[in-house]
Nanobody, 124 residues
Framework: QVHLVESGGSLVQAGASLRLSCVLS????????VGWFRQTPGKEREFVAK????????FVADSVKDRFTISRDNYRNTVYLQMNSLQPEDTAVYYC?????????????????WGQGTQVTVSS
């Protein structure tokens, strides 16, 4: 199985940057990938970004594409979400998740493995 552990969430002021980390362990899938989602109370989990297992393909949601970047350090088996120019609207619990099919995975139900989440809070 695939195990994921997120870290890096914090309380920051608007305009600040954070880098979230997702450490992967267990088996990998050649056509799979890792996604980042976020969720606030009373809302469904929102897709943020995804990256293929190899790190060669990425996609970032339009809502944050100009501010967020996803990357992977394959040697350390870690996926990162670099978040710049954070705004209060970005406040959420951020999750990383694993999917067996990178190409069609833009929704939470398409991911098979989930981390525990890390809280990001942006104050004004």
């Amino acid at each position: 199985q695939v195990h994921l552990v997120e870290s890096g969430g914090s309380l920051v002021q608007a305009g600040a940057s954070l880098r979230l980390s997702c450490v992967l362990s267990g088996r990998s899938f050649s056509r799979g990938g890792v996604g980042w989602f976020r969720q606030t109370p009373g809302k469904e989990r929102e897709f943020v970004a995804k990256i293929s297992w190899s790190g060669t393909s990425t996609f970032v949601a339009d809502s944050v594409k100009d501010r967020f970047t996803i990357s992977r350090d394959n040697y350390r088996n870690t996926v990162y979400l670099q978040m710049n120019s954070l705004q209060p609207e970005d406040t959420a619990v951020y999750y990383c998740a694993g999917t067996r099919d990178y190409s069609g995975s833009y929704y939470s139900h398409e991911y098979n493995y989930w981390g525990q989440g890390t809280q990001v809070t942006v104050s004004s």
